[in-house]
């Protein structure tokens, strides 16, 4: 490694699955007060190891919280963040890393009553901040596609895996009340694709149906 030239980190590897990871999630104003918060679990990730999360549920795991809280308070934070722990096998919680941004468990989060991305934007706005209670545990959210993927690499059961999908609060890539994009993925419709493609750079086209 020393003769390679190149830079080396070496972590630690906190045993067990996935669904061991848990995070905690933050929203700090100007003044240093905690104006929103939640946690959360992953369920599934696609690949099943080191993988992208396909299914996660919020929780209320005071631990997580606390400790969250603390390191929150160490470094002076301001703004968004979400704290990533793995639980071992012992029960303690090991840092993993500390994301400064926006990302997906807010849509879930929002569904469970803490709603981030709303107060970020009132504060920035200068408007009255939304409501915000405890976040209520067991909001789940998953990506239907990838999570199918994840749920057949686990070995789940069919009926198991769609009796967490209809579950689930929320979901990426599908709406029931918005089915086109999901419909759009289909072969049928992308076999069209380049048709309706050709047909709309043509301005006679236009031309003849537009009202």
């Not at 830079?7 to 630690?12: I, K």
């Not at 946690?39 to 996660?56: D, E, N, Q, S, W």
């Not at 934070?77 to 807010?106: C, Q």
């Not at 209520?136 to 686990?154: H, L, M």
Request: aromatic share 10%; proline share 7%.
């Amino acid at each position: 490694m020393a003769a390679s030239g190149r830079n080396f980190l070496a972590q630690e590897i906190i045993p067990g699955p996935e669904s061991r990871i848990e995070s905690y999630h933050v929203y700090v104003d100007a003044t240093g007060a905690i104006a929103g918060e939640f946690t959360g679990r992953k369920i599934r990730t696609y690949p099943v190891a080191y993988g992208h999360t396909t299914a996660l549920s919020i929780t209320d795991a005071s631990d997580v919280q606390e400790l969250g809280r603390a390191l929150t308070r160490r470094l002076n934070l301001r703004g968004v963040a979400k704290f990533d722990f793995k639980r071992g096998p012992d029960g303690r919680l090991h840092l993993l890393e500390i994301n400064p941004r926006f990302n997906l468990w807010h849509f879930p989060g929002a569904l469970a009553g803490v709603n981030l991305p709303a107060l970020v934007y009132a504060d920035l706005a200068g408007r009255a901040r939304p409501a915000t209670a405890r976040a209520r545990a067991g909001v789940g959210w998953c990506n239907v596609v990838k999570d199918f993927a994840a749920a057949r690499a686990e070995g789940l059961a069919l009926s198991d895996w769609l009796g967490w999908v209809l579950r689930c609060e929320a979901k990426s890539g599908i709406a029931w009340d918005d089915p086109k994009p999901v419909l759009r993925k289909l072969p049928l419709f992308q076999k069209e694709w380049p048709f309706r493609a050709r047909r709309s750079a043509d301005p006679a086209y236009w031309q003849k149906n537009m009202p």
